[in-house]
């Protein structure tokens, strides 16, 4: 029987990761901001490729 693999798929390599993380901070030195609050599902799935969507807490 073929092993499975039963550890983390990433939703997108490292440098894509990285590309998303530089535009997000360029965008916010562009705007001035020093901190953003990402708590939108959507949001934190597109920074992070974080999926812990949840009815009660996001």
Not at 9 to 34: A, W
Request: hydrophobic share 30%.
């Amino acid at each position: 029987m073929p092993e499975q693999n039963m550890g983390y798929q990433k939703p997108f390599d490292p440098t894509e990761y990285q590309r998303r993380f530089q535009q997000t901070r360029e965008r916010m030195s562009r705007l001035g901001y020093d901190l953003i609050i990402c708590q939108d599902p959507a949001n934190m799935g597109w920074l992070t490729g974080f999926d812990g969507w949840s009815f009660y807490v996001p």
